[in-house]
């Protein structure tokens, strides 16, 4: 029982520094918490116990644990970044944050074609973390309340619309920003958690064989 004792808190230990790491990196308690932990045997104490700690987001915790350079892939040149003014909805199931639209999912949104925008060195570049193009989305008018935007009217693309106010004038809104890739900055520092967490072992089981 000392032995089980101690590994359910250098688990409990690792799985908090790792979640810690997580928050201290920028991101959501809610991310955090995709660090998950178990003990084995779960049924029956043993001298030789072991402990498990995954996430439950194992491709977003892997890059930033190694600091990886993000490419498109599938036949595609460039990577599409949203800007804050891309629309969002809620996916199904259990995420229910909302996250940024596809170009796809935009498109169908308005029922029109992002144009794009291309820097003069675009077609072909291989300039890297820098923007070399934008998708625009022309023809939108913002609404009041949200602050999100909206086709505008039949009316207002004809400019025979009854406000003369410019934010109720159609616009073009850049919806994405165009880079040929990302480098995703490594953040945590898993081995070192690791690492800690296996050095606490012996002291922790010595305070359990005592008590």
Known sequence: MAAMKAMQQAEAGLKEELRDQVLAAGFSERFAKTWQGKVYPTNRPTMSPAAYVFSKAPSIIDAYARGVTIVARAGRRLLAIPTEDAPRKRSGGQDRQARAMTP?????????????????????????????GYLVMDGLVKRDRTNSFRRASAAALAG??????????????????????VKVPKKLDLQGALDRAAASLPQLLDAEWSR
Do not use: C, D, N
């Not at 935009?106 to 570049?125: C, D, F, T």
């Open 104 to 132: 796809i999912e935009v498109e169908a949104r308005y029922g029109q074609r992002l144009r794009p925008i291309w820097r003069a060195s675009a077609q072909g570049s291989q300039i890297r973390g820098r923007a070399v």
């Open 160 to 181: 025979k619309g009854r406000s003369k106010s410019p934010t109720k004038q159609p616009q073009s809104v850049v919806m994405f920003t165009l880079v040929a890739s």
